[in-house]
């Protein structure tokens, strides 16, 4: 397993934005394919972008396309969420997840990801 650390959640209105971070290493971002879940009250997780270290491939959910972008800085060990016109049904905790193979990314589902981080609260109000 490897650590994952999430930052950047928040309470925000409807239509703003935040942006997640989750600091992983230069070795996780390199091999791992990683990605962004979430999990709402009462509901399953549910995967909401990710990422392959090796081809560049990327996922994201029907309901977020448009609005959110996953990016990551291999020098840096860092994977973002950027999150822009948000969405009361957007709240939820948001969880980074890394796993190898990379290709576990195309389709981005969490029981292929078994390193997770602690979560972070995002919070949209209407």
């Known amino acids: 397993q490897v650590q994952l650390v999430e930052s950047g959640g928040g309470l925000v209105q409807a239509g703003g934005s935040l942006r997640l971070s989750c600091a992983a290493s230069q070795l996780v971002l390199n091999y791992y394919a990683i990605g962004w879940f979430r999990q709402a009250p009462g509901k399953e997780r549910e995967g909401v972008s990710c990422i392959s270290s090796s081809d560049g491939t990327i996922y994201y959910a029907d309901s977020v396309k448009g609005r959110f972008t996953i990016s990551k800085d291999n020098a840096e060990g860092m994977v973002y969420l950027q999150m822009n016109g948000l969405k009361p049904e957007d709240t939820a905790v948001y969880y980074c997840?890394?796993?190898?193979?990379?290709?576990?990314?195309?389709?981005?589902?969490?029981?292929?990801?078994?390193?997770w981080g602690q979560g972070t609260q995002v919070t949209v109000s209407s």
């Open positions: 997840a890394a796993d190898i193979p990379a290709f576990i990314a195309s389709s981005c589902k969490d029981e292929d990801f078994g390193s």
